[in-house]
Nanobody
Framework: QVQLVESGGGLVQPGGSLRLSCAAS?????????MGWYRQAPGKGRELVAT???????NYADSVKGRFTISRDNAKNMVYLQMNSLKPEDTAVYYC???????????????WGQGTQVTVSS
């Protein structure tokens, strides 16, 4: 199966920075997978933060454009989210997402990590 493990969350002050990491393991064809970061704040639904496709094309939510940067290292099966100029509104559980195929599957599926808490507060 596929495992996604997020790390790097924590408590930061407004204006601070944080770098989230997502380590993918298992049978996924990582280089062909589309990767993304999503977040969910208390009482709200899950929302897209940023995606990076297997083509390396990136997409960002309007609320984080210019502040967040998503990147990937295919050699390490890693995805990163560099978050700068953090705001209290960024407080949420951040989830790593992979959309792709495994060694044993034909259809593409979505996989999720367990999430990492990001809290932006004074």
């Amino acid at each position: 199966q596929v495992q996604l493990v997020e790390s790097g969350g924590g408590l930061v002050q407004p204006g601070g920075s944080l770098r989230l990491s997502c380590a993918a393991s298992g049978s996924i064809f990582f280089r062909l997978a589309n990767m993304g970061w999503y977040r969910q704040a208390p009482g709200k639904g899950r929302e897209l933060v940023a995606t990076i496709l297997n083509t390396a094309n990136t997409n960002y939510a309007d609320s984080v454009k210019g502040r967040f940067t998503i990147s990937r290292d295919n050699a390490k099966n890693m995805v990163y989210l560099q978050m700068n100029s953090l705001k209290p509104e960024d407080t949420a559980v951040y989830y790593c997402n992979a959309e792709g195929r495994t060694y044993s599957s034909i259809n593409r599926q979505n996989y999720w990590g367990q999430g990492t808490q990001v809290t932006v507060s004074s």
